[in-house]
DNA sequence: CTAATCAACGTAAACGTTTACGTTAAAGGG
DNA sequence: CCCTTTAACGTAAACGTTTACGTTGATTAG
């Protein structure tokens, strides 16, 4: 059984308000007690109880972080940023997996409520209607994380997608290249599916290129997969295409192994561009010239927010800089 | 602020007692005021305090996970089985980046202890004496996930590594290969490192094989760096090798990385065994042959040996079946 | 010398539950 | 009709803290 403050003040020969009082190193004690409390709390090794603190303190020094996927090779590196910037303050994490499915992040929502977290990171997915009345019923700070959204008051911190697809495009416009295809998205996605297309179209208007619909394949999702089938229907429809924008690094490495299969070469054939820059952007064959989200400080951002919300401050949405990151996946033209 | 059982109570016009019977559905009341209390939980919309419960319970329904690394592809697969498992059981997870790091670990220890977590899963780290014996202060279980300890009986899941590594080098040199090196972790890591090196040889003296030790590059971990480098210096020495087998997939991309690099075709010139078979075993170019580690099931065990241990049962520790998945970066011979 | 001030504590209520125990009224047995 | 049983509650203590408030004795001001 672990000791309690009871028992440090018994032996101690002082009251459990005193211990209370050089735990939290308030005054109202002199030198000497204050020695003898150390004393006796390392004797004893008595820690003190999270849970009784958080009683009465109303406060748990948690935030509970909701994913559409864990182990999603994104969600890692956010998690990575918030869980050290929260330790750093002092606040654990609890993670939670949505799998994008309605009933279970009500599920999850539910729990973080009971277990009475003092804020709340949402990431990568859309706020419902029903989502945010249990936000605001929860009445924590909450922060989204590379996503917004457009009818609730909600602070988020993300880059800016538009851009951010602007300067994709716009690399391998500067690279020479003319005929230019994209691998999005679903354009019904309103934080990183419609935003990327609109960049690319951007580029490729004001470059006074082609902006053919047939130009950029859409996906139901970023994955893997979806970028293997995307680049081969895709170059069916254009097999002029000399360079593609892939709205995701995982859109682009299914792209080079799809391209590999048919015996396209990158970047000689066909040059490419992702977008996320995740670990495996660069172990990919070739290294992928991608842009790179910063999702470390994402997550430690998130917190910093979550924190000074906490503390009644003012927390502003943040737009963070993306950078486009060089490797090999892009011949100049 | 969010309502309390009194609140209920009092609008229900029964006792407090009354109200937590209906909440965990003990007997002790009629139907009738049973209808009247759920109605009117519903009506203040009314949601359990956990942390009161935790007090007086002295349960938590919380686990620790232990990370070396949180980013780590391998990390995030196992902590998606984990956290699958523990939130189907009511339980929720908190996630400690320990970065390998002594001090950082024995402070997270302590916020869990302080915390007072239910359970505590300890991931791909070795467990020191220290560890130890704060594992046994906070009287806890506490399960060992891809990784075990000789001196300590804690239980653990994993696969068999020395089996494993014999399994895909056996898989090479049943593909016909006769020259066959390694591209390993630290022979000092008893549990990565030394158990992989002593399945290759294994295999390779059963087949009657060269055993030299220069045929094992041995590398300080396990990331794709080391993959690239190791596998240069190890061609360079070897330039007859006709397959690989790496320890980890990261470093099997790195030695394809490098062999990109210096027009060494895979598999056509050296074939690749991996071992992992993370996300990023698919998407390599080419596909990566591998030894499977089942880590969403490891997670899930893990977990499940964590409750079954709560509820005062036994928990053996489990060896869970590898795989060989075959891809394409090996070649027939 | 008295009163006021203050440092150094102790007491007890509060946080929101669970649960052992007590109470009441109805039902059932003899 | 009385006694016992029991269903259906209510009361209050306990979980381990924090903190407002009270107390004490010494010190200081006047």
Redesign the pocket.
Known sequence: M?P???DVARLA??????V??V??NQ????E??KQKVLETIEELG?Q??AI??G????KTSTIGVLFPSVSGLLSAEILHGIEAKAHQHGNSVIVCNTAENREKTIKYLQVLREKRVDGLIFVSEEVTEEYYELFRGMDIPVVLVSTQSYQYPLPYVKVDDRHAAYAATRHLIEEGHTKIGMIAGSPDDPIAGSPRIEGYRLAMREAGRSLEDSLVETCSSFQYNDGKSGFSSLMNRHPELTAIFAASDELAIGAISAAYKESIRIPDDVSIVGYDNLLLAEMSVPPLTTIAQPFGRMGERAVQMIIDLMNGEEAESTILPHELVIRDSVKRR
Not at 13 to 18: D, F, G, L, R
Not at 55 to 58: G, P
Request: aromatic residues 6%; positive net charge; without cysteine.
């Open positions: 672990n309690t403050i009871q020969n002082v009251s459990i308000a005193t209370s009082r735990l939290n005054p109202g004690y002199s000497k007690t008595y003190p109880n009784a603190r009683l009465v303190n109303r």
